[in-house]
């Protein structure tokens, strides 16, 4: 058998039935068949007899078998069959991003939430020391679902020979397809993917928001650090998948669950016929939805939008004054040279108009008076005042701080905060669901650190962010450490209590304890109102050789 003679309607390896060709890269074929031993839906990667990418392919293989991230599309199997070597990988049905771009730009919300589902994959991805190598537009699919797949770990690069990659490549990789989204143009020299280059000016890439209306301030950072040589403002590059997923977790928040519109982008595409079943190739759309002029602007921003871009609510419509007035009939014209007789009702009309102004006048009389006792009244109260200012308190304030209610404010998720450039981006972030899950047995932990209590002397702390939902007066946070000696703060976002801040710099503490033992209650001055809380770790506990934080729970309440 050769890469020829398999063709649709073939049994390969007596167990997968071809059906259609998806693509051709560099004389290797991609196949749609089906496995007739489980009776599901796989795509073959297929290399002719004696193909010098072979190796390579059974290499690549191995490496994304061992990938345990859900979103990365599994291989199933790799082998070689009567001198044809064939790679079986899982199938997905969806549409790639590339085709999505192909209708234009993505909303902010969805652009940001896409790069983080996949960054989080890379980042774990990464921690194995291994690298996808091929990240684009036409490996990011979109399932019907509104889930994101990647597709061709390692096995795409052996395909296309271009290297297993760097983990950094995958990075500049993201940057790019994050930039893509939120403009509908490629980030490159010449066009990709179906899309235009990105504009450029004196030899420097547009920022995403130079080149749309409408791209959230935050993502445009996000996208500079990635892509920027070096990035706008002196700001820190982000280098690792890591640092990548908690940048856009601290703007999206750490919800998996994909944005309404994401789901809706998909239900349109299937209605116009442009969603394919396949995750790789598919024919041109024919009619793709149709673009909103309008730009969407994420939840998330919609306050700090309406603020910043002078929108204020419709105000009543008033009929004219013409429109109002009772209107007098006109009598007709006087005969015989007689005066004319006037109306029945018009003496009526202005003895009605003669009351109303007489009742005005009164009530302005009444009003008159009532003020000048108020006067009379006031100063003589000031005066006593005056002569017996030691025995008189002053008057209590008009609207006195809110009090607690005591009640418990859900946490509805939570993320690690290792903020670059002192930290790596991460905490242990599989263990943050464990300080809130009611559970004491449970716990998160820091890094081990030497030396020093204060992390080393490396950073000037990390802690856990966590999502309230919605605005909540937040009157008190109870943390349920380990060890003695543990510094702590409780901090909220500086600027929008919606946003959870990327940087340090981006939070103000509100409570603060020093030396905690087993459990630490940080108490704000009053009440604060806000979606995000951080608890934030200065100085942590002797753990053996080293130093290290542990928390059992933390819990907040109204």
């Known amino acids: 058998m050769s890469n020829q003679t398999v063709s649709p309607g073939a049994l390969l390896a007596g167990r997968y039935r071809i059906a259609e060709l998806l693509a051709e890269i560099d004389g290797a074929r991609v196949w749609r068949a089906v496995d007739e031993v489980l009776s599901r839906a796989v795509v073959v990667d297929v290399l002719p007899v004696g193909d010098p990418r072979t190796n390579q392919l059974f290499d690549a293989a191995r490496r994304a078998a061992a990938a345990a991230d859900p979103r990365f599309l599994r291989v199933l199997d790799c082998d070689m069959h009567e001198g044809v070597t064939y790679c079986v990988r899982e199938w ?24 983080r589902e996949v960054s989080e994959a890379l980042e774990n991805l990464h921690r194995t020391g291994h690298s996808h190598g091929s990240i684009s537009p036409s490996t990011v699919v979109v399932t019907d679902a509104g889930a994101i797949k990647v597709v061709g770990l390692a096995t795409e690069a052996a395909l296309r020979s271009t290297g297993p990659g760097s983990p950094e490549e995958d990075v500049r990789a993201l940057g790019e397809l994050l930039y893509a989204s939120l403009t509908g143009r490629w980030p490159g020299p010449a066009p990709a993917w179906g899309l ?62 994909p944005p309404s519109q994401m789901d809706e982008t998909v239900a349109v595409a299937r209605q116009n016929g442009s969603v394919d079943d396949a995750t790789q190739i598919a024919p041109p759309i024919q009619a793709p939805p149709a673009l909103d002029p309008t730009p969407q602007i994420p939840e998330y921003q919609q306050s700090a939008y ?17 429109e109002t007035r009772p209107v007098r009939r006109q009598a007709p014209p006087p005969q015989n040279g007689g005066r004319r007789k006037p109306p029945a009702d018009e003496p009526k009309q202005r003895g009605s108009w003669g009351g109303r102004i007489l009742i005005l006048l009164a009530v302005l009389a009444l009003l008159s008076v009532v003020a000048m006792a108020q006067f009379l009244v006031k100063g003589a109260i000031n005066k006593d005042q005056g002569n017996d200012s030691k ?71 990390v802690g856990i962010i966590y999502d309230l939902g919605a605005l909540t007066d937040v009157s008190k946070v109870t943390v349920t450490l380990v060890g003695d000696g543990t510094s702590l703060e409780l901090m909220v976002p500086k600027a929008d209590p919606n946003v959870s801040a990327p940087a340090v710099s981006g939070w103000k503490s509100v409570a603060s304890l020093g030396d905690q033992g087993e459990q630490a209650v940080l108490t704000p001055a009053a009440p604060v109102k806000t979606r995000y809380v951080l608890v934030w770790l200065t100085k942590i506990p002797k753990d053996g050789t080293g130093y290290r934080g542990e928390i059992a729970e933390v819990s907040v309440q109204k």
């Open 306 to 322: 309406a603020e910043n871009n002078g929108r204020v609510p419709a105000q009543p419509a008033y009929a004219a004054a013409a």
């Open 92 to 115: 997905a049905g969806g549409r790639p991003l590339e085709r999505m771009l192909s209708a234009g730009p993505l909303t902010g919300q969805q652009a940001g939430w896409l790069a």
């Open 196 to 257: 235009q280059p990105a504009p450029v000016e004196h030899g420097r890439l547009l920022s995403p928001r130079q080149v749309r209306a409408g791209v959230p301030r935050s993502l445009d950072d996000i996208s500079d650090r990635l892509l920027g040589d070096p990035p706008r403002h002196h700001s820190v590059p982000i280098t690792s998948a890591a640092g990548l997923s908690a940048a856009l977790s601290g703007v999206i928040g750490s919800s998996h669950e």
């Open 391 to 461: 025995t008189n308190p002053p008057p209590a304030a008009s609207s006195p701080p809110p009090s607690a209610s005591g009640a418990p404010a859900k946490i509805v998720a939570a993320k690690d905060f290792d903020p670059e450039p002192q930290g790596n981006g991460e905490e242990h972030p599989k263990d943050v669901g464990k300080t809130y899950d009611g559970d004491a047995s449970t716990t998160w932990t820091t890094m081990s650190y030497k030396n020093k209590p204060n992390f080393g002397g490396s950073k000037d702390g």
